[in-house]
T-cell receptor, first 114, second 114 residues
Framework: EPEVTQTPSHQVTQMGQEVILRCVPI?????FYWYRQILGQKVEFLVS????????KSEIFDDQFSVERPDGSNFTLKIRSTKLEDSAMYFC????????????FGPGTRLLVL | QQQVKQSPQSLIVQKGGISIINCAYE??????FPWYQQFPGKGPALLIAIRPDVSEKKEGRFTISFNKSAKQFSLHIMDSQPGDSATYFCAASPLSGGYNKLIFGAGTRLAVHP
């Protein structure tokens, strides 16, 4: 069964450093998302991406964050200058069509900012 | 108004019992209500979902009950099994408004004891 994959599974970085989290959505999916989950808390929406542009973003997704689809398979989340409070599990998700209900989540990248 | 409130925070059920998790929302623009199941170290996986045109949806041992007037929905797990032990998140999305983002509840940690 096709699945969303994410790399790396774990990332440790120093405060102020840039990190890039990578995702490979399911191949025929066109709509992509990033969510994050701070340890012990709920999953929070960050951004949705469709047709090579951001469809919607939350207030969490400030100027330190950016997303990109650099090629036909990868979808990346970049945090330009990490803060301690960026430590969280970051999930990528994808759905087949615009406004298609089911979002398929990847296994996540655990980011720890020291 | 964007919040989804979920209860209880944790739940212990004996094998064979019924697990009930409740969620409430305020935003009447929400029109898609999924439940996600998350095992430790994994991403959320869609379990079952409902649209507001029906009051109940059943898939195997899992049932969603939906009360549009009360703006509440709940997940019932019949004949709960130890393998059901996981964290369950309710979510809501304003799909018809053109937005795919999922707004998650805080999660319920379910433990099913043998």
């Amino acid at each position: 069964e096709p699945e969303v994959t994410q790399t790396p599974s774990h990332q440790v970085t120093q405060m102020g450093q840039e990190v890039i989290l990578r995702c490979v959505p399911i191949s025929n999916h066109l709509y992509f998302y990033w969510y994050r989950q701070i340890l012990g808390q709920k999953v929070e929406f960050l951004v949705s991406f469709y047709n090579n542009e951001i469809s919607e973003k939350s207030e969490i997704f400030d100027d330190q964050f950016s997303v990109e689809r650099p090629d036909g398979s990868n979808f990346t989340l970049k945090i330009r200058s990490t803060k301690l409070e960026d430590s969280a599990m970051y999930f990528c998700a994808s759905s087949e069509r615009h406004l298609q209900e089911t979002q398929y989540f990847g296994p996540g990248t655990r980011l720890l900012v020291l | 108004q964007q919040q989804v409130k979920q209860s209880p925070q944790s739940l212990i059920v004996q094998k064979g019992g019924i697990s009930i998790i409740n969620c409430a929302y305020e935003n009447t623009a929400f029109d898609y209500f999924p439940w996600y199941q998350q095992f430790p170290g994994k991403g959320p996986a869609l379990l079952i979902a409902i649209r507001p045109d029906v009051s109940e949806k059943k898939e195997g041992r899992f049932t969603i009950s939906f009360n549009k007037s009360a703006k509440q929905f709940s997940l019932h797990i019949m004949d709960s099994q130890p393998g059901d032990s996981a964290t369950y998140f309710c979510a809501a999305s304003p799909l018809s408004g053109g937005y795919n983002k999922l707004i998650f509840g805080a999660g319920t940690r379910l433990a099913v004891h043998p």
